[in-house]
């Protein structure tokens, strides 16, 4: 029965953390990741009490041995999930995800997003939208450079970065520039 149990915890924590991470990266929510950690740590006492009794099933009941041994390890494979899930949180929280939509009606060439990590896209079409990850590391703005019809232009497309946000930026367009896109 302890077996089962295991099993079944193990089971359930790996789900609601990979639907909890999920539901982090699609909505972008502080409240989420504060959720997810109050989640890891229920889930890690529970996950403990219930390993500690296999593994007393494994000292006691030799010939369930396979069994407990078994079940001990899919549990503690939760462990190396939950640590990946973490850097994956972490890393989401220290990017801004922009995506860039020409509407300037021209060609747009040699473009970069400068104050993060620079990013450089060779071109970006009439109308096209690409989307670049940028690390911020630090609190300086971002910046877009690039060339239309032989130009060098620059835009801010944002002033003061937040780590973790998703934004359209409309190139071009100087109303409405910025839109989060929770």
Do not use: C
């Not at 060439?109 to 096209?128: C, F, Q, S, Y």
């Amino acid at each position: 029965m302890t077996n089962k149990i295991g099993l079944f915890t193990a089971l359930i924590s790996f789900l609601i953390g990979t639907i909890l991470l999920i539901i982090f990266y699609l909505t972008n929510s502080y409240s989420m990741t504060l959720f997810g950690m109050i989640f890891i740590a229920i889930a890690g006492i529970i996950n403990l009490g219930v390993l500690v009794k296999v593994l007393i099933n494994l000292i006691n009941e030799k010939e369930n041995r396979k069994k407990h041994i078994l079940t001990s390890g899919i549990m503690i494979l939760n462990i190396p999930i939950a640590v990946f899930y973490f850097f994956i949180v972490m890393f989401l929280m220290s990017t801004m995800r922009i995506s860039l939509i020409n509407e300037t009606g021209a060609k747009l060439t040699d473009l970069k997003i400068i104050g993060g990590e620079t990013k450089i896209i060779n071109e970006l079409g009439v109308g096209e939208r690409q989307t670049e990850w940028i690390p911020i590391k630090s609190e300086n703005p971002i910046i877009l450079e690039y060339r239309i019809d032989g130009e060098t232009k620059h835009e801010t497309i944002y002033s003061y970065p937040v780590t973790g946000e998703r934004i359209n930026h409309r190139i071009g367009n100087n109303s409405n520039r910025i839109e989060n896109t929770y």
